[in-house]
T-cell receptor, first 115, second 111 residues
Framework: KAGVTQTPRYLIKTRGQQVTLSCSPI?????VSWYQQTPGQGLQFLFE???????NKGNFPGRFSGRQFSNSRSEMNVSTLELGDSALYLCASSEQGISSGNTIYFGEGSWLTVV | KNQVEQSPQSLIILEGKNCTLQCNYTVSPFSNLRWYKQDTGRGPVSLTI?????NTKSNGRYTATLDADTKQSSLHITASQLSDSASYIC??????????FGAGTILRVKS
C-alpha cells in the first residue's frame, strides 16, 4: 500500500509569489491534514480536511488555504509568500481523522524556501 | 493556555542503554496523546497512541506511559540502537480536532 505522497519535494520561491503543494493520501483515507515545521516554531497544525470539507483550522493567516478533492487528494496554497514561510510542509492522512484515535501517517514533506 | 512541554531538549546515550523522555501537558479537553519519531529530513512516524483510559502502550522497544491525573507521559526506549537517533515528538490532541505539539527531544545514540 503506497504511503502519503507529497509533491514537489523541494522548491524555491520569491517573496510575494504564491505556491501550491500537493498531497495524495493513503488509499481509503478520507482525512488529510497539513502542518508547518520550522526550527523556531516546531510543528504547527494548519488545517484538516475530511471528505472535501475543512474540519478544523490552526492559527495561521488567511494566506494559507487548502482544499480537498473528491478522490481525497489535497492541495495547500500559500499566497503572497513571506521569508518566514520558509519551512517543511507536511501532509498527513488517516482513515477517520485526527481525534478519532486512528494512526496519522505523514508524508515526507515539501521543503519550501522563500528568497 | 494549551501547552506541551518535553524534556530533555536533547540527550546523548550509548548504544544498548535505556532512556526515558518526558512530556507534560496542560491541554484540555484531552482526546489522546501520541508519540512520534522523526528522522532528520523525514516525516514523523507514529510510535504510540494513548487515550485517557490507557496507562501503558508498547511498540517493540518503545513503551509509552500516560498519567492523566498529573498530565504526564513518558516514552521509554529499551536497549537503544544507532537507528533510534532522531527527534521524538509528543502530540496531544484536543476534542475538536486541535493538535498541540511539543518541541521534541533530540536523541543521539553513540556507539
Amino acid at each position: 500500500k503506497a504511503g502519503v505522497t507529497q509533491t514537489p519535494r523541494y522548491l524555491i520561491k520569491t517573496r510575494g509569489q504564491q505556491v501550491t503543494l500537493s498531497c495524495s493520501p493513503i488509499s481509503g483515507h478520507r482525512s488529510v491534514s497539513w502542518y508547518q515545521q520550522t526550527p523556531g516554531q516546531g510543528l504547527q497544525f494548519l488545517f484538516e480536511y475530511f471528505s472535501e470539507t475543512q474540519r478544523n483550522k490552526g492559527n495561521f493567516p488567511g494566506r494559507f488555504s487548502g482544499r480537498q478533492f473528491s478522490n481525497s487528494r489535497s492541495e495547500m496554497n500559500v499566497s503572497t509568500l513571506e521569508l518566514g514561510d520558509s519551512a517543511l510542509y507536511l501532509c498527513a492522512s488517516s482513515e477517520q481523522g485526527i481525534s478519532s484515535g486512528n494512526t496519522i501517517y505523514f508524508g515526507e514533506g515539501s521543503w519550501l524556501t522563500v528568497v | 493556555k494549551n501547552q506541551v512541554e518535553q524534556s530533555p531538549q536533547s540527550l546523548i546515550i550509548l548504544e544498548g542503554k535505556n532512556c526515558t523522555l518526558q512530556c507534560n501537558y496542560t491541554v484540555s479537553p484531552f482526546s489522546n496523546l501520541r508519540w512520534y519519531k522523526q528522522d532528520t529530513g523525514r516525516g514523523p512516524v507514529s510510535l504510540t497512541i494513548m487515550t485517557f483510559s490507557e496507562n501503558t502502550k508498547s511498540n517493540g522497544r518503545y513503551t509509552a506511559t500516560l498519567d492523566a491525573d498529573t498530565k504526564q507521559s513518558s516514552l521509554h526506549i529499551t536497549a537503544s540502537q544507532l537507528s533510534d537517533s532522531a527527534s521524538y515528538i509528543c502530540v496531544v490532541i484536543q476534542y475538536g480536532n486541535k493538535l498541540v505539539f511539543g518541541a521534541g527531544t533530540i536523541l543521539r545514540v553513540k556507539s
